[in-house]
């Protein structure tokens, strides 16, 4: 496996979707892509978070379901920042 291809579940954005990557919210995924990553991830993910970059820094350490735009009609949902949404309430219960 080549260095520059993440582990993770590519998915193709919808018009409307790609609507609102710009808007800098949380991107709400289709039930088509939820499966997707359910096949591939085995996790339960509704949205996801947009980066432009490779998390580093403090994206990487607070970050979450994160995604990484790096194609113009695609995403890479990274799954070493997929979390369930009871993983994702532990983590911020667990950190204060």
Not at 2 to 27: F, H, Y
Not at 51 to 59: A, N, R, S
Request: net charge negative; charged share 30%.
């Amino acid at each position: 496996m080549k260095k520059e291809e993440a582990d993770g579940v590519r998915l193709q954005l919808t018009p409307a979707q790609l609507d609102t990557i710009g808007s800098g919210r949380q991107l709400i995924l289709t039930s088509e892509q939820r499966k997707q990553v359910q096949a591939k991830l085995g996790k339960e993910i509704s949205d996801v978070r947009i980066v432009y970059d490779e998390p580093d820094g403090e994206v990487a350490e607070l970050g979450y379901n994160l995604a990484l735009r790096d194609r113009p009609e695609g995403i890479l949902l990274l799954a070493q920042f997929a979390m369930n949404p009871t993983e994702v309430t532990a983590e911020a219960g667990g950190e204060s």
